[in-house]
């Protein structure tokens, strides 16, 4: 009676070329996991934290925009994702993140645009009081008003209308959760990176 059972034959050729294939293709599918999260990072950040309680309900959209990732590297050893928030576009991003009082540094005074010397979105119409003809009104030693001393056109045009709220200083709270947003993206960020790695036909499906 003949045995049962099997051989097992190996393809040299087609081994040594998927063993070379390997680096590149691992390559791809790396960058490509860090594209994702980078991009899903910058989603949850603008999408949850900047569009009012809790976080920063949105004005200029100038602090979304600033919301930037990039992924750079060639080489599985140099490849790498940055995420940050701020810069030129908004250069304040990381108070928010931290909080912080404000000091003035060459004055006595910070001053804060009024209720109505804003737009309907908070946007100051007049962001500094820098060539408008306003009087100075004390209310005590740590808080004073500018207001118009003539009628202009225009909202907030009425003579006596507070432009600017002046202050000592100023406490910002902590508003935006920016590293806690990533701390809590581990799960999916460790899930993802499996997938990428073992069944990178199935990564972009996840």
């Known amino acids: 009676m003949a045995d ?16 070379e ?3 590149k293709a ?26 009012g309680r809790p976080g920063l309900k949105k004005r200029s959209g100038m602090l979304a925009r600033s919301v930037k990732s ?35 540094k060459n004055a006595r005074w910070l001053a804060i645009p009024a209720r ?25 030693a740590g808080l004073a008003l500018l207001v118009r001393k003539t009628r202009v056109k225009g909202r907030g045009g009425r003579k006596g ?3 600017f709220v002046l202050k000592r200083s100023v406490t910002i709270p902590k508003r935006l959760r920016f590293f806690e947003e990533w701390r809590e993206m ?15 036909d199935a990564a972009a499906t996840c």
Do not use: C
């Open 4 to 19: 049962a059972g099997f051989t097992i034959t190996t393809d040299a050729k087609r081994l040594a070329r998927a063993l």
């Open 21 to 23: 294939e390997a680096p």
């Open 26 to 51: 691992l390559r791809k599918e790396w960058r490509s996991f860090l594209l994702d999260v980078a991009a899903t990072f910058k989603r949850r950040i603008q999408t949850e934290q900047l569009v």
């Open 70 to 104: 990039k992924v750079s590297g060639k080489e599985l050893s140099d490849m790498e994702m940055r995420a940050w928030m701020g810069g030129d576009l908004a250069p304040y991003g990381h108070v928010h993140q931290t909080g912080m009082t404000i000091h003035p």
């Open 116 to 140: 109505e010397n804003r737009t309907a979105s908070g946007v100051a119409r007049n962001p500094s009081p820098r060539g408008m003809d306003l009087r100075f009104v004390p209310i005590n």
């Open 161 to 163: 209308a507070a432009m």
């Open 186 to 200: 581990k799960t999916y960020v460790d899930r993802r990176a499996t997938v990428a790695l073992v069944f990178p």
